[in-house]
């Protein structure tokens, strides 16, 4: 068990699971002195985004059991996602325009690792709903707001797809608040199950290959990491690096590959195709244990089921030159590590594209965010690129041109 930060000692009358999220918060953010909530996306960018999100089906549902009731109530009412950034915000106009002295507003991340313990972060951090009270809030900026969160849950795969919160004074931790977030979440997640019925009922078989648009996407993690991170069924399962190249090549190849094909992607040089039947076997045994909608097919091997690598997805958002979205979910480049050919492409197909994307189109703050990225620490173009597109008068030229100065030296 992790030590207490000392400025919980001086904070006994915590309840548990405050105080439980206060060690969290410290142990990410040492001080609550000065967090200001950043804005993810600029307004384009998060109507792309709301418009992908699952999300997006339940909004008729909490605005007419939430929002509408809400607007001459002092309270607020927000939606985010499983990441805890705020999709939708909305309410009663005063309140919003008090929000947004805090940032509680569209765009911005109320994660608990960003912003420390609040409900809407909190709550995606346990799963359950939850309901802070004042100064429980980490962040003294926030001492005088309340707030009930409550997690929405995918109906057949139990995973998060977010959040739904009030906030604002007492009453949005009133006795009969959590009750009425939680029958408003119980009835969105009943609409999302209408609608996938619908969509079973429409499309029976469709054609490997071709699925409909999911309600939640199983995904799998391969940037900045050589163990994949795989989401799917509501769980998070960490595979070998060999597991990873597997899936993600799969992923990346719907139509499917013979076992020639996948151990020519997957191994760097000539191998039996002794290996690569092995490796399957061992992973149709790890998937059925833990993932079994995704045990691959065999002849040709295939996925039964969309899979999103978070790699196409850069790929994706970079091809509609939505760079934010891109830098949102690029953490590295793909399976730094790996030497499987596939891998090895799409790393650095990837990195050329985002640097040039980047370095072409994007704006100043997007282009000083992937500088942060550890690819691009040594490259002095980028960096010249960066003193070429901020104002004479920016107070962040002087971080750039002291580490152009250090790239010299």
């Given at each position: 068990m992790p030590p207490t930060h000392p400025l919980l000692a001086d904070l006994p009358a915590l309840r548990p699971l405050v105080r439980e999220s206060w060690q969290r918060s410290m142990?990410?953010?040492?001080?609550?002195?000065?967090?200001?909530?950043?804005?993810?996306?600029?307004?384009?960018?998060?109507?792309?985004?709301?418009?992908?999100?699952?999300?997006?089906?339940?909004?008729?549902?909490?605005?007419?059991?939430?929002?509408?009731?809400?607007?001459?109530?002092?309270?607020?009412?927000?939606?985010?996602?499983?990441?805890?950034?705020?999709?939708?915000?909305?309410?009663?106009?005063?309140?919003?325009?008090?929000?947004?002295?805090?940032?509680?507003?569209?765009?911005?991340?109320?994660?608990?690792?960003v912003v420390g313990t609040s409900a809407p972060g909190t709550a995606l951090v346990l799963g359950r709903s939850v309901q802070i009270v004042g100064q429980e809030h980490f962040n003294p900026a926030v001492h005088s707001w309340s707030c009930t969160a409550v997690p929405?849950?995918?109906?057949?795969?139990?995973?998060?797809l977010g959040i739904v919160d009030i906030t604002g004074g007492p009453d949005a931790?009133?006795?009969?608040?959590?009750?009425?977030?939680?029958?408003?979440?119980a009835a969105a997640q009943a609409q999302l199950r209408i609608e996938r019925l619908e969509q079973r009922v429409q499309h029976p078989t469709p054609k490997h290959g071709s699925f409909n648009k999911p309600l939640y996407r199983d995904s799998l993690q391969v940037l900045g990491r050589d163990q994949g991170l795989l989401h799917v069924s509501g769980q998070a399962?960490?595979?070998?690096?060999?597991?990873?190249?597997?899936?993600?090549?799969?992923?990346?190849?719907?139509?499917g590959l013979s076992a020639e094909e996948l151990s020519d992607k997957v191994y760097p040089e000539g191998t039996s195709l002794t290996s690569i039947r092995a490796e399957m076997v061992r992973l149709r045994k790890l998937l059925a244990a833990e993932a079994p909608t995704l045990v691959p097919e065999s002849r040709p091997y295939r996925l039964p089921r969309t899979l999103v690598v978070d790699a196409e997805q850069v790929h994706n958002y970079l091809?509609?030159?939505?760079?934010?979205?891109a830098l949102n979910i690029y953490?590295?480049?793909?399976?730094?590590?790996?030497?499987?050919?596939?891998i090895e492409g799409l790393r650095t197909r990837l990195a050329i594209q985002l640097r040039e994307a980047i370095l072409n189109?994007?704006?100043?703050?997007?282009?000083?965010?992937?500088?942060?990225?550890?690819?691009?620490?040594?490259?002095?173009?980028?960096?010249?690129?960066?003193?070429?597109?901020?104002?004479?008068?920016?107070?962040?030229?002087?971080?750039?041109?002291?580490?152009?100065?250090?790239?010299?030296?």
């Open positions: 142990d990410a953010l040492s001080t609550p002195a000065g967090l200001t909530p950043p804005v993810v996306w600029e307004s384009r960018e998060l109507a792309e985004f709301r418009r992908d999100h699952p999300l997006a089906a339940i909004m008729p549902v909490i605005s007419k059991l939430l929002v509408q009731p809400s607007r001459d109530t002092g309270l607020l009412i927000a939606v985010g996602d499983e990441h805890g950034r705020l999709l939708w915000v909305e309410g009663d106009p005063s309140a919003r325009r008090q929000g947004e002295h805090i940032n509680f507003a569209m765009g911005a991340d109320w994660s608990e690792t929405v849950h995918d109906p057949d795969s139990g995973a998060i931790v009133g006795a009969n608040t959590l009750s009425l977030v939680q029958a408003t979440v399962l960490t595979l070998s690096e060999r597991h990873t190249e597997i899936l993600a090549v799969l992923a990346l190849h719907p139509e091809d509609r030159g939505a760079h934010r979205l953490r590295g480049e793909v399976m730094p590590r790996s030497a499987a050919p596939e189109d994007a704006s100043p703050e997007v282009l000083l965010t992937y500088l942060q990225l550890p690819e691009a620490a040594d490259d002095v173009e980028a960096w010249r690129c960066a003193l070429r597109v901020l104002p004479p008068r920016s107070p962040k030229r002087s971080a750039v041109v002291a580490h152009l100065e250090a790239l010299a030296r």
